[in-house]
């Protein structure tokens, strides 16, 4: 709910749990003044303490008022070159060479429904679903118009933010930063967490307290990148899973990024979160508009739990488009690590052949089928089928995976060319390349120019012949390498700093045209795994390859911080062989079933290969997938222990919006002799049913299971794990 107090200039966003609120002060000054637990409507602008502070300017309309600054005050959408020197939200040039932004409230729009921003990813919503706020902050000496942008989604905690910045002026204005949130604490005593990594071991949690200074996480690798996610928590310093308010703040952006906490003088803190400000330049003409990237921040009164549970439902209810939202999602196959480019059309309808008879349901051929792709360096870019290897074409192969009773799906990496292809040696001049310098390889590939309308139309018309060709219901798009020598011969020098924008902006587009055109095809996000799985991507494709490394131990840390924000479905995880392709770990078959279930399942192996009782389970794994599905996917979603603090075991459970059914994943680590005998607190159920176990024995109520506990099976051997299913009776 969103109240407003004109007289006072206060706005109010309330949601369930939580209460937000800003106020235009005597100057017109744009305050931030609370975010926390729920609090009923009043004016928190007196929490603010005004204070004489000497080397803190005082604005020129305070008069002989010194205890105002824009300094110590939590501002709204930070500004600078006026007293505020903590970090900006906004930084642009005038003609003069000006570097001064000051925003004054102007007015307000209040409307029903979600806002949408057009060529951007963004949650979604009807009517009754969201209300939107819209504040407009002026800086009339630049004719420069700030919108700040509000969603409420009430129930799911959620608040989203967006910006747009219009030149009202007739001179053009270089905007050189423009953050999508900016979030003021009075407090310092918080901690930081962030989810960072490298390829094969992406988002991994890492906490600590804020420090004097600013601490920032980012990217400058043209993605969001394996390294740091675009997603960052704040909270209290003794917050864990079930208590402590904590804020999380996720940006629905694929490209260069920053996030950035400053802890400033007077122990308050600020958050700003937007595109890097690295070799970000964007020339706004007179009318110009430039549109920020949507933020979008749960706060949670109780705990890291509740704001999962809380990001998981708004993204799969507000922001995935699935073809599958509300049905069964296809288990899949997928040939990369059974054959890598190695494979003949039998070969992969013999891998399809062995999973269809398991109950496997979608068959994904994966690199190597187009242009004379034999190896990583040629190919890319020629999407046409290698006939030597798929003679016939997809015409010939696709009804032989259909007549199996399987769907089909293919790989592709449009952004992407080699210099050994038909493409690069038609158009050398269509790559991110500086004049004068040889562009830096990557995988031994070149990005194509996506910020390019006419690069990114020949790459779709290829992409549809291809789709037109046969019967195809899951696209997985990949994007393998960092971008380097970013540089479009289709701008002038000056507005070279548009082009890692412009780069997102052009895939999205295509990702767009995509799913209007195919709304039936699943699109996968890949980036060699995980290294763009954001919010961004999500809007696109529901799902992503959450990494490059299958392997079931490894995943349990990458799965883990991957759920802080983002809902099991939209993690793609498969089970593989062992030993595993990427660190030579050797785990059961059922260890890698359990772990790949908490995901958008499937197997990645050659099934052929497999004895007698692995298929069995196989089958068996896919069976029991299929009866836990709803559990799995739209179950609430509960973190039970922490594989970063106890390596024994690791255990999570996915809950029924009812509170009838459970189920509780448990993976054993590092065994010993003589194990302690240990017990397992779950969470979620109702203390009042009796749950029965694994469909025998005599039931126990949901408050001994939270309470006292669950009794951890002594298992012996590497990597055990086991489910427990609980049902109400
Ligand atoms: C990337 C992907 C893999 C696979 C290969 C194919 O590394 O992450 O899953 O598709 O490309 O080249």
């Given at each position: 709910?969103?109240?407003?107090?004109?007289?006072?200039?206060?706005?109010?966003?309330?949601?369930?749990?939580?209460?937000?609120?800003?106020?235009?002060?005597?100057?017109?000054?744009?305050?931030?003044?609370?975010?926390?637990?729920?609090?009923?409507?009043?004016?928190?602008?007196?929490?603010?303490?005004?204070?004489?502070?000497?080397?803190?300017?005082?604005?020129?309309?305070?008069?002989?008022n010194?205890?105002?600054?824009?300094?110590?005050m939590?501002?709204?959408?930070s500004?600078?070159?006026?007293?505020?020197?903590?970090?900006?939200?906004?930084?642009?040039?005038?003609?003069?060479?000006?570097?001064?932004?000051?925003?004054?409230?102007?007015?307000?729009?209040?409307?029903?429904?979600?806002?949408?921003?057009?060529?951007?990813?963004?949650?979604?919503?009807?009517?009754?679903?969201?209300?939107?706020?819209?504040?407009?902050?002026?800086d009339?000496?630049?004719?420069?118009?700030?919108e700040l942008?509000?969603?409420?989604f009430?129930?799911?905690?959620?608040?989203?933010?967006?910006?747009?910045?219009?030149?009202?002026?007739?001179?053009?204005?270089?905007?050189?930063?423009?953050?999508?949130?900016?979030?003021?604490?009075?407090?310092?005593?918080?901690?930081?967490?962030?989810?960072?990594?490298?390829?094969?071991?992406?988002r991994?949690?890492?906490?600590?307290?804020?420090?004097?200074?600013?601490?920032?996480?980012?990217?400058?690798?043209?993605?969001?990148?394996?390294?740091?996610?675009?997603?960052?928590?704040?909270?209290?310093?003794?917050?864990?899973?079930?208590?402590?308010?904590?804020?999380?703040?996720?940006?629905?952006?694929?490209?260069?990024?920053?996030?950035?906490?400053?802890?400033?003088?007077?122990?308050n803190?600020?958050?700003?979160?937007?595109?890097?400000?690295?070799?970000?330049?964007?020339?706004?003409?007179?009318?110009?508009?430039?549109?920020?990237?949507?933020?979008?921040?749960?706060?949670?009164?109780?705990?890291?739990?509740?704001?999962?549970?809380?990001?998981?439902?708004?993204?799969?209810?507000?922001?995935?488009?699935?073809?599958?939202?509300?049905?069964?999602?296809?288990?899949?196959?997928?040939?990369?690590?059974?054959?890598?480019?190695?494979?003949?059309?039998?070969?992969?309808?013999?891998i399809?052949?062995e999973?269809a008879?398991l109950?496997?349901?979608?068959?994904?051929?994966?690199?190597?089928?187009?242009?004379?792709?034999?190896?990583?360096?040629?190919?890319?870019?020629?999407?046409?089928?290698?006939?030597?290897?798929?003679?016939?074409?997809l015409?010939a192969?696709?009804?032989?995976?259909?007549?199996?009773?399987?769907?089909?799906?293919?790989?592709?990496?449009?952004?992407?060319?080699?210099e050994?292809?038909?493409?690069?040696?038609?158009?050398?001049?269509?790559?991110?390349?500086?004049?004068?310098?040889?562009?830096?390889?990557?995988?031994?590939?070149?990005?194509?120019?996506?910020?390019?309308?006419?690069?990114r139309?020949?790459?779709?018309d290829?992409?549809?012949?291809?789709?037109?060709?046969?019967?195809?219901s899951?696209?997985?798009w990949?994007?393998?390498?960092?971008?380097?020598?970013?540089?479009?011969?289709s701008?002038?020098?000056?507005?070279?700093?548009?082009?890692?924008?412009?780069?997102?902006?052009?895939?999205?587009?295509?990702?767009e045209?995509?799913h209007?055109?195919?709304?039936?095809?699943?699109?996968?996000?890949?980036?060699?795994?995980?290294?763009?799985?954001?919010?961004?991507?999500?809007?696109?494709?529901?799902?992503?390859?959450c990494?490059?490394?299958?392997?079931?131990?490894?995943?349990?840390?990458?799965?883990?911080?991957?759920?802080?924000?983002?809902?099991?479905?939209?993690?793609?995880?498969?089970?593989?062989?062992?030993?595993?392709?990427?660190?030579?770990?050797?785990?059961?078959?059922?260890?890698?079933?359990?772990?790949?279930?908490?995901?958008?399942?499937?197997?990645?192996?050659?099934?052929?290969?497999?004895?007698?009782?692995?298929?069995?389970?196989?089958?068996?794994?896919?069976?029991?997938?299929?009866?836990?599905?709803?559990?799995?996917?739209?179950?609430?979603?509960?973190?039970?222990?922490?594989?970063?603090?106890?390596?024994?075991?690791?255990?999570?459970?996915?809950?029924?919006?009812?509170?009838?059914?459970?189920?509780?994943?448990?993976?054993?680590?590092?065994?010993?002799?003589?194990?302690?005998?240990?017990?397992l607190?779950?969470?979620?159920?109702?203390?009042?049913?009796?749950?029965?176990?694994?469909?025998?024995?005599?039931?126990?109520?949901?408050?001994?299971?939270?309470?006292?506990?669950?009794?951890?099976?002594?298992?012996?051997?590497?990597?055990?794990?086991?489910?427990?299913?609980?049902?109400?009776?």
């Amino acid at each position: 709910m969103i109240v407003l107090d004109q007289e006072n200039k206060i706005f109010t966003l309330h949601t369930l749990n939580t209460t937000y609120q800003m106020k235009a002060d005597q100057y017109n000054v744009l305050l931030h003044t609370y975010y926390g637990t729920k609090i009923d409507n009043c004016d928190l602008s007196g929490l603010i303490q005004c204070g004489g502070r000497s080397f803190s300017p005082n604005p020129n309309e305070a008069g002989s008022n010194r205890d105002y600054s824009l300094d110590i005050m939590p501002q709204e959408y930070s500004t600078c070159g006026v007293g505020d020197f903590r970090v900006p939200s906004i930084e642009f040039e005038l003609p003069e060479g000006s570097h001064t932004a000051d925003l004054r409230y102007e007015s307000y729009r209040l409307e029903k429904g979600k806002y949408a921003l057009e060529g951007l990813p963004a949650f979604f919503g009807i009517e009754d679903e969201a209300e939107t706020l819209v504040v407009y902050l002026k800086d009339s000496a630049a004719q420069v118009l700030v919108e700040l942008y509000y969603s409420v989604f009430e129930t799911f905690d959620l608040i989203t933010r967006a910006v747009r910045v219009v030149n009202q002026g007739s001179e053009p204005v270089r905007l050189c930063r423009c953050a999508s949130l900016c979030l003021d604490f009075l407090r310092s005593d918080l901690d930081m967490i962030t989810f960072n990594g490298h390829h094969l071991m992406e988002r991994c949690l890492d906490r600590g307290p804020l420090r004097s200074g600013i601490q920032s996480v980012g990217s400058v690798r043209g993605t969001s990148s394996h390294q740091h996610n675009p997603f960052v928590m704040l909270c209290d310093r003794d917050a864990d899973e079930d208590t402590g308010i904590c804020y999380g703040v996720m940006l629905l952006y694929s490209g260069n990024f920053e996030a950035a906490v400053e802890c400033s003088q007077y122990e308050n803190s600020r958050l700003v979160m937007g595109i890097h400000p690295y070799h970000f330049c964007w020339t706004l003409e007179a009318g110009g508009v430039f549109t920020a990237p949507e933020a979008a921040m749960v706060c949670s009164p109780n705990g890291f739990g509740q704001m999962s549970r809380q990001y998981h439902r708004a993204i799969c209810e507000h922001l995935l488009r699935d073809p599958y939202h509300g049905k069964y999602k296809p288990v899949l196959v997928n040939n990369w690590e059974a054959t890598y480019f190695d494979f003949t059309a039998d070969r992969l309808v013999d891998i399809a052949r062995e999973a269809a008879a398991l109950g496997i349901e979608l068959f994904v051929m994966d690199d190597g089928w187009f242009g004379t792709r034999n190896d990583d360096n040629s190919g890319l870019g020629d999407w046409k089928v290698n006939l030597e290897k798929l003679p016939g074409g997809l015409e010939a192969l696709v009804p032989r995976i259909r007549e199996l009773g399987m769907k089909f799906g293919i790989w592709i990496e449009p952004e992407m060319v080699n210099e050994d292809s038909d493409l690069y040696r038609a158009h050398p001049d269509w790559v991110l390349q500086v004049p004068g310098r040889a562009p830096s390889r990557g995988r031994g590939q070149l990005v194509l120019d996506f910020s390019r309308r006419d690069v990114r139309d020949y790459i779709y018309d290829q992409i549809r012949a291809v789709l037109m060709s046969a019967d195809i219901s899951y696209i997985k798009w990949d994007m393998n390498r960092s971008l380097t020598d970013v540089w479009s011969a289709s701008l002038p020098a000056g507005r070279q700093g548009e082009v890692y924008h412009r780069y997102v902006l052009g895939v999205y587009d295509l990702l767009e045209r995509l799913h209007c055109d195919y709304p039936h095809i699943l699109i996968e996000g890949c980036c060699g795994g995980g290294g763009r799985f954001d919010g961004g991507m999500l809007y696109y494709t529901p799902q992503i390859w959450c990494s490059d490394d299958t392997d079931a131990i490894d995943r349990l840390h990458i799965q883990y911080g991957t759920s802080f924000c983002y809902p099991v479905c939209t993690m793609g995880a498969h089970v593989s062989a062992v030993p595993n392709e990427q660190n030579g770990r050797i785990t059961p078959l059922k260890t890698r079933g359990i772990t790949a279930m908490s995901g958008a399942f499937g197997y990645e192996m050659d099934l052929g290969k497999c004895t007698a009782e692995e298929k069995t389970e196989i089958r068996c794994q896919v069976e029991q997938y299929k009866t836990y599905y709803d559990l799995l996917h739209h179950g609430d979603y509960y973190r039970l222990t922490s594989p970063l603090k106890d390596s024994s075991y690791t255990a999570w459970e996915q809950v029924s919006p009812d509170q009838r059914e459970a189920l509780v994943n448990v993976i054993l680590g590092t065994t010993h002799a003589a194990p302690p005998f240990r017990c397992l607190r779950l969470k979620g159920l109702n203390p009042a049913f009796q749950y029965q176990i694994n469909g025998t024995g005599s039931p126990q109520s949901g408050e001994v299971l939270m309470k006292a506990g669950y009794p951890v099976p002594q298992i012996q051997g590497d990597y055990p794990a086991f489910q427990i299913y609980l049902k109400a009776m």
